[in-house]
């Protein structure tokens, strides 16, 4: 099997990245939305590739020395093998490149996978927003997590 490589995202990955983020999330971010990031300056985009197939991605903004994670996925075939946190592994090391040593995120707290990942990057919980998200039967919590310890998450 060939081996897997990230790359940044270029607007020429639009197709193949519409096509992840639609099996990755159940309420997907338009064309327009992905295309605004995939070429916006603030923003940093990257694939995990497996030879010509997209299979993750991550998604940040960035304002002066801190990140903040908008998305990240892994295609439901190749989850469970580490190319998640293989991908965070690499951004953050692109960060700490870039001078940035702090990345925010927001995430449901139903997201088991999702919260197992960043705890084990070394991302703390500094909150909780009550009932942010809406559910088919409510509401649910965000937990809000930062890091900035990406040399230990790197080596851990
Ligand atoms: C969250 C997600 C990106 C993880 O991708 P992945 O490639 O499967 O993750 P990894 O294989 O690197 O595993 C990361 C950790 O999650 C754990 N994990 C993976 N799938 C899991 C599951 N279904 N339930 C609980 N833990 C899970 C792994 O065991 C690992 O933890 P460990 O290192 O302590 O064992 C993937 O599940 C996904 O794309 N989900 C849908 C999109 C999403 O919710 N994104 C996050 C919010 S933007």
Redesign the pocket.
Known sequence: MSKSSIEVLHETDLAALIELEMA??DHPWSEKQLSTYLVGERYLCFGLWQATRLQ?FALLSTVLDEAE????????D???????????RYVHAQLDDQGINRCL?E??SS????L??Y??LAYQEDGIRKGYYPTASGSEDAILMSCNKFKSALDG
């Open positions: 990755c999330f993750g994670l908008l998305q990240i996925g892994v295609h439901p190749y989850r469970g093998q580490g190319g998640a946190t293989e991908l965070l995120l995430v449901r997201n088991a996978a999702a197992r990942l705890r084990r």
